[in-house]
């Protein structure tokens, strides 16, 4: 896995991909304390589900991917990752 950060909340995740549609996230923090958009939405009381994630970190993922920043993964599950 490996970091990329959200532009708009500046929030580092882990990300991996496996395919062009298959991505998978792993959250450093709580999202609800480190990602503004999530802040935003509990702040006027919406739920979050747990498969919710930021569309501006979304963004940021396809944008990462799009620049060939991101390596697509030959293995079928998630491994640790770390930052640094
Ligand atoms: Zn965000």
Known sequence: MQPIDCRLCGNTVLVEKYSNQHTSIQWLEASATSCQRF?????RGD???????????????????????IDLSL???PTPGKLG
């Open 47 to 69: 739920r979050l589900g747990t498969d919710e994630s930021c569309s501006a970190l979304n963004a940021s993922i396809d944008g990462a991917a799009a620049a060939g920043e």
């Open 75 to 77: 293995r079928s599950y």
């Open 39 to 43: 802040a935003e939405r509990l702040a």
